[in-house]
Antibody, heavy 119, light 107 residues
Framework: QVQLEESGPGLVKPSETLSLTCSVS????????WAWIRQPPGKELESIGY???????NYNPSLESRVSISVDTSKSQFYLTLNSVTAADTAVYYC?????????????WGQGIRVTVSS | DIQMTQSPSTLSASVGDRVTISCRAS??????LAWFQQKPGKAPKLLIY???ILENGVPSRFSGSGSGTEFTLAISSLQSDDFATYYC?????????FGQGTKLEIK
C-alpha cells in the first residue's frame, strides 16, 4: 500500500524559504512521478510541479522562478523548496503520486500540511 | 494554461437523488480528465479518470462521461457519505489544472 506523509515547518516568515519533505512508503518511489499540489484557504487546488524518480522535473510556470523539487530514492523521499515566500503562499501543501503509467493522474495523496506565511 | 470551469458551484440535494456536475475545459483535453472528492480537512480522493474509468474501490453509483471540452460526473443515488466537494482535473497539459470545485450539500 502506497503511503505518503508531508513534514516541515507550519510557519514561515515572509521572504524566507519554505522547505517540505514527502516520505513515501519504502519500495514504492521507483518508477513513478511525484508531485506537489497546494490549496490556499477557500481556493482551488494548484499544481506546483512534479519529479520523476530519476530526477527529471516539470514546474508550474507561475512558480518556476521560485520553486525546486528534488528526490532522494535511497531515503524514499522527495522535497519541495519555495523561495521568497509571501502571504499568497499560505496554503495546505499536498504531496501526491502522479501515475502516468496507468493514466490515473494523482492517485495517492498525503494528508496535507498547513503552511502559514507570516511574520 | 487550460482553464477548467465547473458548474454549479453549490448543489443542494437529498439522499437518494441523482445529481450531475459539469466541467468545461478551455481547450480539448483529449480525455485526460479526472474527478476527485474532498471532505473537510482531508486530501482529495481520486474517483474517476480518463474520464469514465472508476478508480478501484469507488462505488458504482459514481460515473463519468464526456469528451473534448465537456465532461460530467454523475452520482446515481446519493448516500450520506457523498456530501463533499468535487473537483475536476485536466492532466493533458502541464500545469495540470483543477476546477474551482462543486460543493454538494444536504438539502
Amino acid at each position: 500500500q502506497v503511503q505518503l506523509e508531508e513534514s516541515g515547518p507550519g510557519l514561515v516568515k515572509p521572504s524566507e524559504t519554505l522547505s517540505l519533505t514527502c516520505s513515501v512508503s519504502v519500495g514504492y518511489i521507483t518508477g513513478y512521478y511525484w508531485a506537489w499540489i497546494r490549496q490556499p484557504p477557500g481556493k482551488e487546488l494548484e499544481s506546483i510541479g512534479y519529479i520523476f524518480y530519476s530526477g527529471a522535473t516539470n514546474y508550474n510556470p507561475s512558480l518556476e522562478s521560485r520553486v525546486s523539487i528534488s528526490v532522494d530514492t535511497s531515503k524514499s523521499q522527495f522535497y519541495l523548496t519555495l523561495n521568497s515566500v509571501t502571504a499568497a503562499d499560505t496554503a495546505v501543501y499536498y504531496c501526491a503520486r502522479l501515475n502516468a503509467l496507468s493514466l490515473r493522474s494523482f492517485d495517492y495523496w498525503g494528508q496535507g500540511i498547513r503552511v502559514t506565511v507570516s511574520s | 494554461d487550460i482553464q477548467m470551469t465547473q458548474s454549479p458551484s453549490t448543489l443542494s440535494a437529498s439522499v437518494g437523488d441523482r445529481v450531475t456536475i459539469s466541467c468545461r475545459a478551455s481547450q480539448n483535453v483529449r480525455g485526460y480528465l479526472a474527478w476527485f472528492q474532498q471532505k473537510p480537512g482531508k486530501a482529495p480522493k481520486l474517483l474517476i479518470y480518463k474520464p469514465n474509468i472508476l478508480e478501484n474501490g469507488v462505488p458504482s453509483r459514481f460515473s463519468g462521461s464526456g469528451s473534448g471540452t465537456e465532461f460530467t460526473l454523475a452520482i446515481s443515488s446519493l448516500q450520506s457519505d457523498d456530501f463533499a466537494t468535487y473537483y475536476c482535473l485536466q492532466y493533458t497539459s502541464f500545469p495540470y489544472t483543477f476546477g474551482q470545485g462543486t460543493k454538494l450539500e444536504i438539502k
